[in-house]
């Protein structure tokens, strides 16, 4: 049991005997390795190796994908700038039409103005003239 406790982390060599193992390999470098560890170890690497590129392949993509995105955005806001100047142009035209017409907007305004005053006026000399007519009516009756 005391041998155990002694003997924990030390593996044997089979050119120099006991040693500390460093790493969870079992072979030295000088050795001939075994060709099933062999085979195995390069499937590992050649999985990691997939798997790293598929990784770099997805972000390298991802990139392409927000160029892509970006460049859309771009005509997109170039085209609502084109659009917004043109209705900039055309607000500005309108508005400068509607100053050239304020001066006739202003005399349509005076002309309406103007007829309901010869309305009512109208109004009254038709309320008037009943009333005159009644008078006479009523004068003739006599």
Same mark, same amino acid.
């Given at each position: 049991? /005391?041998?155990?406790?002694? %003997?924990? +982390?030390v %593996?044997?060599?089979?050119?120099?005997?006991?040693? #500390?193992?460093?790493?969870?390999?079992? !072979?030295?470098?000088?050795?001939?390795?075994?060709?099933?560890?062999?085979?195995? /170890?390069?499937?590992? !690497?050649?999985?990691?190796?997939d798997?790293? !590129? +598929?990784?770099?392949?997805a %972000?390298?993509? *991802?990139?392409?994908?927000?160029?892509?995105?970006?460049?859309?955005?771009?005509?997109?806001?170039? *085209?609502?700038?084109? &659009?917004? +100047?043109?209705?900039?142009?055309?607000?500005?035209?309108?508005?400068?039409?509607?100053? =050239? #017409?304020?001066?006739? #907007? *202003?005399? &349509? *305004?005076?002309?309406? =103005?103007?007829?309901?005053?010869?309305?009512?006026?109208?109004?009254? #000399?038709?309320?008037? =003239?009943?009333r005159?007519?009644?008078? !006479?009516?009523?004068?003739?009756?006599?």
């Open positions: 049991m /005391a041998d155990e406790v002694e %003997t924990e +982390g %593996t044997d060599s089979p050119k120099k005997g006991p040693t #500390l193992s460093t790493s969870t390999s079992s !072979f030295e470098a000088l050795d001939p390795h075994d060709p099933n560890l062999s085979r195995l /170890a390069t499937t590992m !690497f050649q999985k990691t190796a798997y790293l !590129f +598929g990784e770099l392949t %972000t390298q993509e *991802d990139y392409r994908l927000l160029e892509t995105m970006n460049q859309a955005t771009i005509a997109k806001y170039s *085209d609502m700038k084109q &659009i917004s +100047g043109n209705v900039s142009r055309t607000i500005t035209e309108l508005n400068e039409k509607y100053v =050239s #017409l304020q001066p006739y #907007l *202003d005399q &349509i *305004d005076q002309i309406e =103005s103007s007829v309901n005053k010869l309305e009512q006026a109208a109004y009254k #000399l038709d309320a008037y =003239s009943k005159l007519e009644a008078k !006479f009516k009523s004068l003739e009756k006599r």
